[in-house]
């Protein structure tokens, strides 16, 4: 276990780029450290930050108490039998590099979630997902530091309440279970998903007639995003913004009638899921900028950091767009990253 470290600057550990410190940090490089962690004196369990990638938080003040980075590596077969192989990556594993490690293995599940931002151990958290995937769809466990007993306990997929962008993690198992690990069942045998009119279009042009490969679709996933996102690498941001809100089968037909080219998704309980990001666009927000904070030029759904923005910037910006879309829909947005502290949430 590294020493912690005093008034430390979290501005590198979030995208989004906001400028705060943290009154104490530690890096945790191995899960067995937690025990030493927890025994510390600053620590408390109601106040700790559990930071991964930093890629879906908003600092939007100091944090006044121990941040403890998940910095444990390490990815390993466990399982292999019917044509899936279950893979273990630890929580500090980088997100994207794992999709590539595994798509290199020649193993299918995770090529349409390439590109996204953050590490392992918050993918099951925000149940993440893109182009017609979501790790709910090939999480098989999660290994999970429990804060109430301080003991390691393994969750299985059905432990972990999956939902839309949600999960235990997030409701009643909240501030209890600590992600140290995750273990995905990926297939051996590669059969695509292209839902999506415009990855199956990348695909289709990368392929030209032959045999599509995970890693064809993996490629086509990575091009389109970095056309269609910022990289925060570069212009500071947390992806997607807001969650694409869900309504009622009545609800979606009457905006249908208004907006016959709506895009909208019929979910398996009769609602309807629209996307956030057409619905901002129709507002013509997109490039719209509050201090130093705008909507991206070309992703109406991503908010980015264009000039040093502060804390109040992004949630005037967002408050901004939120109320918009729902003057002219009558639909409610939702913001997807992680407000500190919550109080700030809209």
């Avoid at 939007?60 to 941040?67: E, F, N, S």
């Avoid at 590539?100 to 149940?127: D, K, R, Y």
Wanted: glycine content about 8%; overall charge neutral; aromatic content about 8%.
């Amino acid at each position: 276990m590294q020493p912690i470290r005093y008034r430390t600057d979290l501005t590198p550990y979030n995208t989004f780029g906001l400028h705060a410190q943290a009154q104490a940090f530690i890096a945790l490089e191995h899960a067995d450290g937690l025990r030493d962690i927890v025994r510390l004196p600053e620590f408390d369990r109601n106040t700790v930050l559990w930071l991964g990638g930093g890629s879906n938080i908003l600092l939007m003040q100091d944090y006044a108490g121990l941040v403890v980075h998940m910095e444990n590596k390490g990815i390993r077969e466990i399982a292999r039998s019917d044509g899936i192989v279950c893979i273990e990556a630890q929580a500090g594993e980088i997100w994207h590099d794992f999709v590539l490690h595994t798509v290199a293995l020649g193993l299918s599940g995770l090529e349409n979630l390439s590109l996204i931002p953050g590490t392992v151990g918050a993918s099951p958290v925000q149940n993440i997902g893109a182009y017609g995937v979501e790790a709910k769809d090939v999480i098989h466990s999660v290994r999970c530091f429990d804060l109430d007993t301080e003991t390691f306990v393994t969750l299985s997929n059905a432990d972990c309440r999956f939902a839309y962008r949600e999960s235990l993690f997030k409701q009643e198992g909240k501030g209890r279970y600590l992600i140290v690990s995750v273990v995905f069942a990926l297939k051996e045998h590669f059969v695509p998903n292209l839902g999506y009119g415009d990855l199956a279009a990348a695909v289709a042009e990368r392929c030209a007639g032959r045999e599509i490969t995970a890693k064809d679709v993996s490629n086509a996933v990575c091009a389109v995003r970095r056309r269609k996102l910022p990289d925060p690498g570069i212009l500071g941001n947390v992806g997607s913004f807001f969650k694409n809100p869900v309504v009622g089968a009545e609800k979606a037909a009457a905006l249908l009638q208004q907006h016959p080219d709506m895009p909208h998704y019929p979910q398996p309980d009769g609602s309807v899921k629209l996307a956030a990001g057409w619905l901002i666009d129709q507002c013509r927000l997109k490039g719209f900028q509050i201090g130093g904070a705008a909507v991206h030029d070309r992703q109406a759904l991503v908010l980015v950091n264009k000039n040093n923005a502060s804390a109040n910037d992004v949630r005037q910006l967002a408050q901004h767009i939120k109320f918009t879309v729902f003057a002219r829909f009558q639909v409610e947005l939702h913001a997807e990253p992680n407000w500190l502290p919550a109080s700030y949430s809209l």
